[in-house]
């Protein structure tokens, strides 16, 4: 797009390009594009166009992509020396495009359907459109050219948000094949009818890229590609005590270890995923990824090998088989480095961070991030090769104090033990025996907050080891106050059977009714079926959590729960959810899909197959949005602990049930 600033004029660039200047201090600074009184931003687009007006001192239009990859243009007026009101003083102005109406957006599974499954496609048109058109559903001929099998005037479902929905119901086409809605000129992406919809490059890729090219300490290979190389080989030093650090990470007045302040702990630079955007490794994406991974083998028996993971050369090639499940050896990973700090701690580490700022928002290969060689404090300054920052560079472990990460990753651990037995068997011993000894450091006594946290883990505990002391304790913490809790119905579901205890069924099943009644209610809130409040971020993860704990319910009270909810929670992920940009959540997979996310690749504006972003979120009011555009961590960011996983395992559901 172009720009005017009073007689300059340009075209945006889709890089920073110099030159720089340095200001009074010496320090380098982005030399302005033009300076000027008025300036006007995209005047050939009308919907985009605005006018910017200074008062006082000019404007200056400066690249800020210079000081941070992720910055923007910048407008800025220097304050009028001396002025102590109305020191800046500008007018901004858009552009008004009189009797604006939205595009109509027609919303679907950029995927496609089961024959068997509800077809819904939802139309959204602007609250002030009058007329309704016939919704239309076309076939791709396999000749060429569509051919209409379908039409009828959509069913209005009501408002929502700033827009009015209807819902163009198709469940009763079976034919297998290729289709698209059409609604007012507005054609959908290509999507498939087939009873193997869910059988190729659906779940897949998350398994196949997503998962490995999230592996730390590794090399990832794929082809010709090095996604990165062997990383963070130095890991990892204690972190300072009475640290507060970034990103949530704080060290208190002791290391809660053996370990003194930069003393190197051993055993580290083993297993583990990359947290999200960032290289850390938070203790909770381990224990949720293995988590939800072992249930995905335990319940669907998913048989995939597509991947070489040798753990003694640490290296990856992605798209080599090698003989082994390649969930499990996901799962092997993520149990490696949890108990790699349980057992050269003694207890679990908070998380392993890079220590300095510059290293944390490090873009590119993660093997650049240090030099591989653990910290020797015996070396002198001018022993230490000259690219480390300061006296080293190695990442930082950080510990705490707390009881709920304990349950959740004892829970993990438990389940992890029953898919790794026979597998790695030395591995799942350990895993036991950590579970059992994390889950008994908890009272509940002193942390009432936690019975339902406790729950969780007994539950899993009870079905890997049979032990009466977890029956004991699910007895004990389980009430109708724990069971406001959507995820302790579903767990205390999944053991009715063998608690074998005639008031416990009964208190878990009124709760299940009672929730059900609750979802009922939800799903009416707006028109594609599920619970989308989102707050900061899109509400994506928690839809796809949401549609996880259905698929329990739904197992263990089939007489309550059917697969409708669930389903709708899959669709919404793919596609069929609020705003102009209908993508796929999940990179690479559909016909649209978010090509620009946040992961450890957005400085290449590019996308990592099969990982999963929060998706669109609200501008308050009312606008759903979602940006092709690579920095906003709110809407594409990918995530460890269930962002991609969650995804995974709701397909492997559909394809479940619906077969």
Same mark, same amino acid.
């Given at each position: 797009?172009?720009?005017?600033?009073?007689?300059?004029?340009?075209?945006?660039?889709?890089?920073?390009?110099?030159?720089?200047?340095?200001?009074?201090?010496?320090?380098?600074?982005?030399?302005?594009?033009?300076?000027?009184?008025?300036?006007?931003?995209?005047?050939?687009?009308?919907?985009?166009?605005?006018?910017? *007006?200074?008062?006082?001192?000019?404007?200056?239009?400066?690249?800020?992509?210079?000081?941070?990859?992720?910055?923007?243009?910048?407008?800025?007026?220097? @304050?009028?020396?001396?002025?102590?009101?109305?020191?800046?003083?500008?007018?901004?102005?858009?552009?008004?495009?009189?009797?604006?109406?939205?595009?109509?957006?027609?919303?679907?599974?950029?995927?496609?359907?089961?024959?068997?499954?509800?077809?819904?496609?939802?139309?959204?048109?602007?609250?002030?459109?009058?007329?309704?058109?016939?919704?239309?559903?076309?076939?791709?001929? *396999?000749?060429?050219?569509?051919?209409?099998?379908?039409?009828?005037?959509?069913?209005?479902?009501?408002?929502?948000?700033?827009?009015?929905?209807?819902?163009?119901?198709?469940?009763?086409?079976?034919?297998?094949?290729?289709?698209?809605?059409?609604?007012?000129?507005?054609?959908?992406?290509?999507?498939?009818?087939?009873?193997?919809?869910?059988?190729?490059?659906?779940?897949?890729?998350?398994?196949?890229?997503?998962?490995?090219?999230?592996?730390?300490?590794?090399?990832?290979?794929?082809?010709? #590609?090095?996604?990165?190389?062997?990383?963070?080989?130095?890991?990892?030093?204690?972190?300072? @005590?009475?640290?507060?650090?970034?990103?949530?990470?704080?060290?208190?007045?002791?290391?809660?270890?053996?370990?003194?302040?930069?003393?190197?702990?051993?055993?580290?630079?083993?297993?583990?995923?990359?947290?999200?955007?960032?290289?850390?490794?938070?203790?909770?994406?381990?224990?949720?990824?293995?988590?939800?991974?072992?249930?995905?083998?335990?319940?669907?028996?998913?048989?995939?090998?597509?991947?070489?993971?040798?753990?003694?050369?640490?290296? @990856?090639?992605?798209?080599?088989?090698?003989?082994?499940?390649?969930?499990?050896?996901?799962?092997?990973?993520?149990?490696?480095?949890?108990?790699?700090?349980?057992?050269?701690?003694? #207890?679990?580490?908070?998380?392993?961070?890079?220590?300095?700022?510059?290293?944390?928002?490090?873009?590119?290969?993660?093997?650049?991030?240090?030099?591989?060689?653990?910290?020797?404090?015996?070396?002198?300054?001018?022993?230490?090769?000259?690219?480390?920052?300061?006296?080293?560079?190695?990442?930082?472990?950080?510990?705490?104090?707390?009881?709920?990460?304990?349950?959740?990753?004892?829970?993990?651990?438990?389940?992890?033990?029953?898919?790794?037995?026979?597998?790695?068997?030395?591995?799942?011993?350990?895993?036991?025996?950590?579970?059992?000894?994390?889950?008994?450091?908890?009272?509940?006594?002193?942390?009432?907050?936690?019975?339902?946290?406790?729950?969780?883990?007994?539950?899993?505990?009870?079905?890997?080891?049979?032990?009466?002391?977890?029956?004991?304790?699910?007895?004990?913490?389980?009430?109708?106050?724990?069971?406001?809790?959507?995820?302790?119905?579903?767990?205390?579901?999944?053991?009715?059977?063998?608690?074998?205890?005639?008031?416990?069924?009964?208190?878990?099943?009124?709760?299940?009714?009672?929730?059900?009644?609750?979802?009922?209610?939800?799903?009416?809130?707006?028109?594609?079926?599920?619970?989308? #409040?989102?707050?900061?971020?899109?509400?994506?993860?928690?839809?796809?959590?949401?549609?996880?704990?259905?698929?329990?319910?739904?197992?263990?009270?089939?007489?309550?729960?059917?697969?409708?909810?669930?389903?709708?929670?899959?669709?919404?992920?793919?596609?069929?959810?609020?705003?102009?940009?209908?993508?796929?959540?999940?990179?690479?997979?559909?016909?649209?899909?978010?090509?620009?996310?946040?992961?450890?690749?957005?400085?290449?504006?590019?996308?990592?197959?099969?990982?999963?972003?929060?998706?669109?979120?609200?501008?308050?009011?009312?606008?759903?949005?979602?940006?092709?555009?690579?920095?906003?961590?709110?809407?594409? *960011?990918?995530?460890?602990?269930?962002?991609?996983?969650?995804?995974?395992?709701?397909?492997?559901?559909?394809?479940?049930?619906?077969?």
């Amino acid at each position: 797009k172009s720009w005017y600033l009073d007689g300059a004029s340009g075209i945006f660039p889709l890089q920073a390009n110099g030159p720089m200047e340095k200001d009074v201090d010496g320090n380098w600074q982005a030399f302005p594009m033009a300076s000027g009184k008025k300036l006007t931003v995209a005047p050939e687009t009308a919907a985009q166009s605005m006018i910017i *007006e200074s008062k006082g001192q000019p404007l200056q239009l400066l690249d800020g992509r210079f000081y941070h990859n992720n910055g923007w243009f910048v407008v800025r007026s220097l @304050v009028t020396p001396g002025k102590t009101t109305g020191a800046i003083e500008w007018l901004v102005d858009c552009n008004v495009i009189e009797n604006f109406k939205s595009k109509p957006v027609v919303h679907v599974s950029q995927v496609g359907y089961h024959p068997g499954q509800e077809k819904i496609a939802v139309i959204e048109i602007d609250k002030t459109e009058t007329k309704l058109e016939k919704a239309s559903l076309l076939r791709i001929s *396999e000749d060429g050219g569509l051919k209409e099998i379908y039409s009828i005037e959509p069913k209005e479902w009501g408002n929502f948000l700033r827009f009015k929905y209807y819902q163009f119901d198709f469940s009763d086409i079976k034919t297998a094949g290729m289709y698209q809605v059409r609604y007012a000129g507005h054609t959908t992406e290509p999507f498939r009818i087939s009873e193997d919809i869910f059988d190729r490059n659906v779940w897949q890729p998350t398994l196949e890229y997503f998962l490995p090219v999230q592996m730390c300490h590794m090399r990832i290979n794929e082809g010709y #590609r090095v996604w990165h190389g062997l990383c963070h080989m130095d890991d990892a030093l204690m972190a300072p @005590v009475d640290t507060n650090h970034f990103d949530g990470y704080k060290q208190g007045p002791s290391t809660l270890t053996k370990y003194k302040p930069f003393e190197q702990v051993p055993g580290l630079n083993r297993g583990g995923w990359h947290d999200a955007g960032d290289y850390d490794l938070r203790v909770e994406s381990q224990a949720g990824e293995v988590w939800i991974l072992s249930q995905a083998y335990e319940q669907f028996k998913t048989e995939w090998d597509q991947t070489m993971v040798d753990q003694q050369k640490l290296l @990856v090639e992605i798209h080599q088989p090698d003989g082994k499940n390649d969930i499990l050896q996901q799962v092997e990973h993520g149990v490696i480095t949890i108990l790699a700090g349980y057992q050269s701690l003694g #207890r679990l580490y908070r998380g392993i961070i890079e220590n300095n700022l510059r290293q944390y928002v490090h873009l590119g290969d993660a093997a650049t991030m240090t030099d591989g060689r653990k910290y020797n404090p015996n070396l002198k300054q001018d022993e230490v090769s000259s690219h480390e920052s300061g006296i080293h560079d190695d990442r930082w472990v950080f510990t705490e104090e707390n009881p709920g990460r304990e349950l959740e990753v004892a829970k993990a651990l438990a389940t992890g033990a029953r898919v790794l037995k026979g597998f790695n068997d030395t591995l799942a011993n350990q895993s036991i025996k950590a579970a059992e000894e994390l889950y008994a450091l908890v009272n509940t006594n002193k942390n009432p907050r936690l019975t339902g946290s406790k729950i969780g883990a007994a539950v899993e505990l009870l079905i890997t080891t049979g032990k009466q002391v977890y029956r004991d304790d699910i007895l004990e913490y389980t009430s109708a106050e724990t069971l406001k809790r959507k995820e302790t119905i579903a767990y205390a579901g999944r053991v009715m059977k063998l608690v074998n205890d005639e008031q416990f069924s009964k208190l878990v099943t009124t709760a299940a009714i009672n929730y059900k009644a609750e979802v009922d209610n939800l799903q009416k809130e707006n028109p594609f079926g599920v619970p989308y #409040r989102p707050h900061i971020w899109g509400d994506g993860w928690n839809i796809q959590s949401f549609g996880v704990n259905q698929y329990f319910l739904m197992k263990s009270f089939p007489e309550i729960y059917d697969s409708k909810y669930m389903l709708n929670a899959l669709n919404f992920v793919l596609g069929n959810h609020p705003g102009e940009n209908t993508s796929s959540f999940a990179s690479g997979v559909g016909s649209r899909s978010v090509t620009q996310a946040y992961g450890v690749n957005r400085a290449d504006r590019s996308f990592i197959p099969g990982g999963v972003v929060s998706g669109t979120g609200i501008i308050r009011p009312d606008f759903p949005e979602l940006k092709e555009w690579p920095y906003f961590w709110q809407q594409t *960011e990918y995530v460890m602990g269930g962002g991609a996983t969650n995804f995974m395992f709701l397909v492997l559901a559909a394809q479940g049930e619906l077969k």
